[in-house]
């Protein structure tokens, strides 16, 4: 039985490097879609055997055409499919008795298409589970890898001759998106290591295929076009595994503008929303996530020549132009990205070298900079100071027809160990080709700058890989049964006592105020039933308030089945909070903090991470909840226990470890904080667990 690195070696290999390639449904007109791969083929040089596949010609495109798959010389390694919907399943059938290792299919009509589609889809899926082709597709405007000459791709952009080769790997699940990065990239002097247009995902997906190369020393860093984040775990397994090969991976994924979805009953989902859930997973697998289109093509550099850590990154500005810097900083700035100024140390450095500089946030040297002479000096210091992490800089008018003047000095400072990233204001296509030949990141509009500075700077060393149970049917826990959950994980609650309804009102193990509520599996959502009843303040009136909630039931969930009533001693904290996991579809186990109390879902102060988390990266969550400031002892206030609370945001994401307790969704509702040294309590939870 082969090895899953055999497997994927053969992947790589069918998909990128195949020694024979069929097109099937080739047209002799290059002016068609069936017709474009050849013409594209033949011009690129690709070495090895190209089978048109037409029952009506006797040549293709000078080439000559095949009847059929079975009257090939030999089994192909990849099959392109050029006919329509109708004729695909045939087709892939026809590839798997063959022995076909990867078929590609152009078509759509699929799940897109309504219900029979959706069986088409499903058919497909089971071709490749039962014979173990692999599929990509369907909707794939196929695969280039320029090294090779293999230009396997009906999109009409690739009518781009002399496509160049490059460290970088591309996976868009848009076709067109392939086309235009090669163009827009080409116009940049960038190449590319392979490009692959993945489509609907039926059999091969982006993470899958992508970590089918990762062991191909020519591609040095990942680039994705997403659309959706369908196969979550194979993404976020390839995302680990190219960051221990030391391959930076940069994505740009649709759905910013998309409204938050209600995803369980709980409201975590909601709070947190279906883009924010997509950005703390792309942030925490390392993954610089821009949403500028040409800082796509412009990142890799400085991703590459800046290591993934967990801490913050301190930005240095040196600029010829006020103007244009002040873009740089507006840009980074309203991306979170605060810009360092100089230290007086650095400012004494430059004025003992007879640097000229205007000192401010920004280091701006005026047209005096545009010297070779004083930007040299002035970056040589700048890169050697403690106090910048990364240096940018920012280059006026001189930059397009004077390049030797403030642009070469950058270029000669490329290898210093310290990054060094440059933003050239004016339309400069020659010192961009130097810069980019020299490695050196740089950018052509401060929207590009500051977005890719921005993605590669929040990047976060992958946490610990979870281990979570069979997905199946939930069950809701009651709150009693709820705690413990909380109580296996450590997560500390207010005292629990359970009475039957009809029973007496015993003595309690705390003392009163208490606040009843039903407890049953039945009822999420107690409020909702009337079902919660506070400031109790005695035995008797403990009775009355069991009597009451039975009326509440009742009449307002006649169904629930709900024989007991929890009490619990009333408590106030200094503030409450929300603290939610679920484990996403996609994305997998998350953990979110969020304000508490009415503001919740208005105003979505929240931090989101995926789980498990430790508690210094629960730190961290804390910090970003806005809410929360006011507990650090802001003007004086009493401090919260903002250490416990990091404590046990870390303890509920511990869940993500657990898979034995078959958790789907938990949430602490509200989570009070008491006074610093006393901790923190939960008063409400709700669990879903699967059965």
Known sequence: ????????????????????????????????????????????????????????????????????????????????????????????????????????????????????????????????????????????????????????????????????????????????????????????????????????????????????????????????????????????????????????????????????????????????????????????????????????????????????????????????????????VDQLGIRGVVVEPPSAETLKRLEQAGLPCTPGRVLDMTLAGTKYETMKGTLDILLSAPEFDLVLAVVGSSARFQPQLAVKPIVECAGQPKPLAAMLVPDAPEALAALTAAGVPCFRSPEACGDAIAAVLARRQPGQEPRLPATGPTRTLSEADAYGILDAVGVPHAPVVLRHFGGEAASLPFAYPVVAKVCSADIPHKTEVGGVLLNIGSDEELVAAMATLRHNLDEKAPRAFCDEVLVQPMQKGLGEVLVGYRVDADAGPIIMLAAGGIWAEVAKDRSIRLAPVTVETAREMVLEVNALKPLTGLRGKARGDLEALAHTVSALSQLALKPELRVADAEINPLLILPEGQGVTAVDALVFQHV
């Open 1 to 328: 039985m082969k090895s899953h690195q055999d497997s994927m070696a053969q992947l790589a290999q069918a998909l990128l490097h195949p020694a024979s390639i069929a097109l099937y449904g080739a047209s002799d007109d290059a002016s068609k879609m069936g017709g474009r791969p050849v013409q594209f083929l033949k011009r690129s040089g690709f070495a090895g055997r190209i089978y048109p596949i037409n029952p009506k010609r006797a040549e293709i495109q000078g080439l000559q055409a095949w009847p059929s798959l079975q009257s090939l010389p030999e089994v192909p390694d990849q099959v392109f499919v050029l006919t329509p919907t109708e004729t695909v399943i045939p087709a892939v059938r026809e590839c798997a008795a063959l022995g076909v290792k990867v078929v590609t299919i152009l078509a759509s009509g699929f799940s897109e298409s309504g219900t029979e589609g959706v069986q088409r889809e499903e058919e497909l899926r089971q071709i490749a589970r039962e014979t173990g082709i692999r599929i990509l597709g369907p909707s794939s405007l196929g695969v280039v890898n320029p090294r090779t000459g293999l230009v396997l791709t009906a999109n009409a952009a690739f009518a781009e001759p002399d496509i160049p080769p490059g460290k970088v790997f591309v996976a868009s699940h848009s076709g067109s998106m392939i086309g235009a990065l090669v163009s827009r990239g080409k116009a940049r002097g960038v190449g590319f290591a392979g490009l692959v247009s993945v489509g609907s995902e039926v059999d091969l997906n982006v993470g899958e295929i992508c970590a089918a190369t990762l062991d191909d020393p020519a591609i040095e860093g990942y680039l994705l076009f997403l659309e959706s984040m369908r196969h979550g775990p194979e993404l976020r397994a390839f995302a680990r595994a190219a960051h221990r090969a030391g391959k930076p991976v940069i994505a740009y994924k649709l759905g910013r503008s998309a409204a938050a979805a209600e995803m369980a009953t709980t409201h975590t989902g909601a709070i947190a929303g279906e883009d924010d859930i997509a950005d703390a997973y792309f942030k925490d697998l390392g993954i610089a996530r821009v949403g500028v289109l040409d800082a796509l093509l412009e990142t890799f550099p400085l991703a590459k020549r800046i290591p993934l850590e967990s801490a913050p990154k301190r930005v240095g500005v040196v600029t010829t132009t006020g103007g244009g810097a002040a873009m740089a």
